[in-house]
């Protein structure tokens, strides 16, 4: 039996992972007015920043149809494949219904298990390389699930934005909704809360927002064994110092650096910064 992990362009992880846990990774594409582009084909991370430096437009995300992703599933499995495809958290995005949709539609070709993460960012990407790794010890494809169900309830993301309008016009914040235009000289802490990002603090200073950050983090995760990832859109240097704080700050087993994902950037913003602590099972720590 073969077991096909499938994701999609929100997902933030080390470009080896994909070759070495085998999980295929659906591109997702932005509007910049009346162009699109597709993430990692047409639009780098580099070309986003400079795009919206020079349109000085916030871009919208592009939902895939049932039709591409119905072909993004023929080309990454052959017919009778067990997929596992696990995406971005519903409430934030519909990207994960039209995945649903298509998976309903191919049911006479393949056994499809759609995931609703409830997360995104390098959630995701632990999630699939959990998938992997369980596949890998001879676990069932009913058991992965249940254990990224539970995932799904244990980890932590949060975050915070260098600067407020992407978040603002993004309308992906909650509690940011009826902000007045003064709030824009805070720097928030925001938080993943029941599949929705919400600003749990506002912080004075971008300094004081990071070291309240990982504060946050650790007040709700405690001592619990942790994967963790520093994720940034824009900001390597800030990502590498935090990266040392958090080594110090948490239980660590394994922790990653890597670059915000465009269409979770595009709703953020340069300059943010984050942090997804994944705890480790009691299942995973005695395997």
Known sequence: MVLR???DGSADMPARWRSEYQIDVMPLRLNFGDRTFTQGVDLT???????VQQTHQIPQTSLPSPEQVKDFYRSIAK???TILSIHLASKLSGTFHAFQLAAQELVNE???HVIDSGAGSAGLGFMCREARRMWQAGLPVEQILRRLRSARERLFISFTVDRLDFALMSGRINSMQNAISSILKI???IVLRDGLLEMAEKVRTRRRSLDRMLEVV???IGQQQVDLAVVHAADPSMAEEMLAKAKQFFNVRDVIVTDLSIPVAAHLGPGTIGIVAYPVSDEEQGE
Not at 45 to 51: H, I, K, M, Q, V
């Open 5 to 7: 992990i499938a994701t």
């Open 45 to 51: 991370g580099d070309d986003f920043y400079r795009l």
């Open 79 to 81: 017919r009778g494949e």
């Open 110 to 112: 393949y056994p499809i």
């Open 187 to 189: 720097k928030p802490i």
């Open 218 to 220: 650790r007040e709700r």
